[in-house]
């Protein structure tokens, strides 16, 4: 069962543009994370969002956690050709005390110079 | 620092050949352990997680099987490899509950032919 929808699943853009990554379910998750991933290596985490509503900012990446705690964005102002990965959502599961993580399919992002 | 070391990185076998893979996590003591399979355009599937040695949680039933002999080793096997068998798997580790971020590996490229 796929809990985590990621759209789009693929996007592909010029250097300097905007762009928005989605991550929804019918599932309230106690907390959310996004991973980037390259190719040939583990995901690495980017961030962990707890609070309904929570915006968390990394730099150019802007994070928020739906009020229901059963969706999230990934925003990305002006992307770069480093910002080029597999950007997944993973929903920690409220009924596990060892957070269990549930992983979406992920966006592959690619950024040209 | 805490650190995870899997190896092979990439590995060809024949179907109905044995498999060992192994995954080992330092600078940490008493980790949770994780082995993920990630299929092509697929995000990751558990297969196997563990709280403690000797303690194994299994999530889908297949022809795999996990040990931890060791506190901070976590081994994947299997007796006869299967075409389907074939993917990235990646190893990760965490610590406390609920909310801790997974570490990963650099994964495991297995090809079965």
Redesign the interface.
């Known amino acids: 069962t796929q809990l985590l929808e990621q759209s789009p699943q693929f996007l592909s853009i010029q250097e300097g543009e905007n762009l928005t990554v989605y991550c929804n379910s019918s599932s309230v998750f106690s907390s959310l994370q996004w991973y980037r991933q390259e190719p040939g290596e583990g995901p690495v985490l980017l961030v962990t969002v707890v609070t309904g509503g929570e915006v968390k900012k990394l730099k150019r990446l802007t994070f928020q956690f739906g009020d229901a705690r059963k969706d999230s964005s990934l925003h990305i102002t002006a992307a770069q050709p480093g910002d080029t990965g597999l950007y997944l959502c993973a929903g920690a599961d409220r009924g596990s005390t060892l957070g269990r993580l549930y992983f979406g399919r992920g966006t592959q992002l690619t950024v040209w110079p | 620092s805490q650190t995870i070391h899997q190896w092979p990185a990439t590995l060809v076998q024949p179907v109905g050949s044995p498999l060992s893979l192994e995954c080992t996590v330092e600078g940490t003591s008493n980790p ?1 352990l994780y082995w993920y399979r990630q299929a092509a ?6 297969l196997f ?1 563990s ?1 403690g040695i000797g303690q194994i949680s299994s999530e889908v039933p297949q022809n795999l099987s996990a040990s931890r002999p060791q506190d901070r080793q976590f081994i994947l096997s299997s007796k006869k490899l299967l075409l389907s068998d074939s993917g990235f798997y ?1 190893c ?1 580790w ?1 610590v406390g ?11 495991t ?1 297995l090809t079965v032919t």
């Open positions: 949770n355009g697929r995000g990751l599937q558990l997680y709280v990646l990760a965490s509950q609920g909310y801790s971020p997974l570490h990963f590996g650099n994964g490229r």
